[in-house]
């Protein structure tokens, strides 16, 4: 089991850019597929961003592809998410997860871990 911790999270204005980060202890992060997801107010938890256990390959949601960048450092074992150009829509608490298995995922259901989560809050 992997303990997943979240920071970077804030209140910026619309255009902005943050940087989250996913601190992974214990398990064996190099070896997991790790994930970003986000949680609006009265809505489901959705997938973000995906990143296999190498950093070889990710996969993004619609919504933000082309804004947010998922990476990973498996020396530190750390997960990163840049967003940029943030927008209102963007609003959310945001989880890390991860997943022991090299593949990508984009199912919450896939995830075995996740972090207690970092709320990001855009204004226009």
């Known amino acids: 089991q992997v303990q997943l911790r979240e920071t970077g999270g804030g209140k910026v204005q619309a255009g902005s850019f943050l940087r989250l980060s996913c601190a992974a202890s214990?398990?064996?992060?190099?070896?997991?597929?790790m994930g970003w997801f986000r949680q609006a107010p009265g809505k489901e938890r959705e997938f973000v961003a995906s990143?296999?256990?190498?950093?070889?390959?990710?996969h993004y949601a619609d919504a933000v592809r082309g804004r947010f960048i998922i990476s990973r450092d498996n020396v530190k074992n750390v997960m990163y998410l840049e967003m940029n150009s943030l927008k209102p829509e963007d609003t959310a608490v945001y989880y890390c997860a991860a997943r022991t298995g090299f593949e990508i995922a984009t199912v919450k259901e896939d995830y075995s871990d996740w972090g207690q989560g970092t709320q990001v809050t855009v204004s226009s």
């Open positions: 990143i296999a256990w190498s950093g070889g390959s990710s």
């Open positions: 214990g398990g064996t992060f190099s070896y997991s597929t």
